[in-house]
């Protein structure tokens, strides 16, 4: 019987020999668990996506038929207006380009005979023989047979020379005249102003003064400055354009 005690002691030693040990080694709650995981330098970073610069889109104004720059606003109503007709005369490819150049002689009467026809069905006559040696083009030959616009010199039309705003407006105030005549319009002309009240009234040339006066009253062509009406000077295409439309605004508001 001792010698099963004794026996039992032993083991019971051994038992709490063992457990101790065991809470020794255990690693507790507070133990570092690597020192591989808890090192930030050592842990692998995660690399960032490119970001995808992207460029703010400019939307611009769609105006069919012209190549550059657009006319300026003020000029839109017009070039709206001769749109669909630049294709109708020959010559014209060249005007939508620029429409901050100066216009030809021959552009102008080109446009002249557009407006006439297609805004206000008047038809004018292509004379038989041509007055002129240094052009047959019949747009020419049809505004200036009309009284329009006047040669510059002894059957000489100029058609690559640059109109001047005074032969700019004996051509509209003219062709104004042939729209009471011929178009079913109630509006009509303004008298002219005894004087244009500019400081170069006097260069006015003596065959466009009633003319000027006229675009003048009926506000076709105002100055280019409060006073100064430049009657030598020229006409941008896109000018042009308004001074048209101008005309056209005129009749429409006054009871086309």
């Given at each position: 019987?001792?010698?099963?005690?004794?026996?039992?002691?032993?083991?019971?030693?051994?038992?709490f020999?063992?457990?101790?040990?065991?809470?020794?080694?255990?690693?507790?709650a507070?133990?570092?668990?690597?020192?591989?995981t808890?090192?930030?330098?050592e842990?692998?970073?995660i690399?960032?996506e490119?970001?995808?610069?992207v460029?703010?889109?400019?939307?611009i104004?769609?105006?069919?038929?012209?190549?550059?720059?657009?006319?300026?606003?003020?000029?839109?109503?017009g070039?709206d207006?001769?749109?669909?007709?630049?294709?109708?005369?020959d010559?014209?490819?060249?005007?939508?380009?620029?429409f901050?150049r100066?216009?030809?002689?021959?552009?102008?009467?080109?446009?002249?005979?557009?407006?006439l026809?297609?805004q206000f069905r008047?038809t004018?006559e292509?004379p038989?023989?041509?007055?002129?040696?240094d052009?047959a083009?019949t747009?020419?030959?049809?505004?200036?047979?009309?009284?329009?616009?006047?040669?510059?010199?002894?059957r000489?039309?100029a058609?690559?020379?640059?109109?001047t705003?005074?032969?700019?407006?004996?051509c509209?105030?003219?062709?104004?005249?042939?729209?009471?005549?011929?178009?079913p319009?109630?509006?009509?002309l303004?008298?002219?102003?005894?004087?244009?009240?500019?400081?170069d009234?006097?260069?006015?040339?003596?065959?466009?003064g009633?003319?000027?006066?006229?675009?003048?009253?009926?506000?076709?062509m105002?100055g280019?400055?409060e006073?100064?009406?430049?009657p030598?000077?020229?006409?941008?295409?896109?000018?042009?354009?308004?001074?048209f439309?101008?005309?056209?605004?005129?009749?429409?508001?006054?009871?086309?």
């Open positions: 019987m001792r010698i099963f005690k004794s026996i039992f002691k032993i083991i019971f030693t051994l038992i020999i063992l457990s101790l040990t065991a809470c020794k080694t255990a690693p507790t507070t133990d570092t668990v690597s020192d591989e808890s090192n930030p330098a842990v692998a970073e690399p960032e490119p970001v995808e610069k460029t703010p889109q400019i939307l104004p769609d105006y069919e038929g012209y190549e550059g720059e657009p006319p300026s606003e003020w000029a839109v109503g070039y207006m001769f749109k669909p007709l630049f294709s109708k005369a010559g014209l490819s060249n005007i939508t380009k620029n901050k100066p216009i030809t002689r021959l552009e102008f009467a080109k446009l002249t005979r557009l407006f026809e297609y008047i004018l292509t038989a023989v041509s007055e002129f040696t052009t083009d747009d020419a030959l049809k505004v200036y047979n009309a009284g329009f616009i006047k040669g510059r010199g002894r000489v039309f058609p690559d020379e640059l109109i705003r005074q032969e700019a407006a004996g509209v105030v003219n062709a104004a005249f042939a729209i009471e005549d011929y178009a319009v109630a509006a009509r303004t008298e002219p102003i005894p004087t244009l009240p500019t400081k009234a006097d260069e006015v040339s003596a065959n466009y009633i003319e000027v006066r006229t675009a003048y009253a009926n506000g076709f105002t280019v400055s006073d100064m009406w430049m030598n000077g020229t006409l941008t295409i896109e000018q042009a354009l308004r001074l439309n101008n005309v056209y605004d005129f009749y429409s508001e006054n009871g086309e």
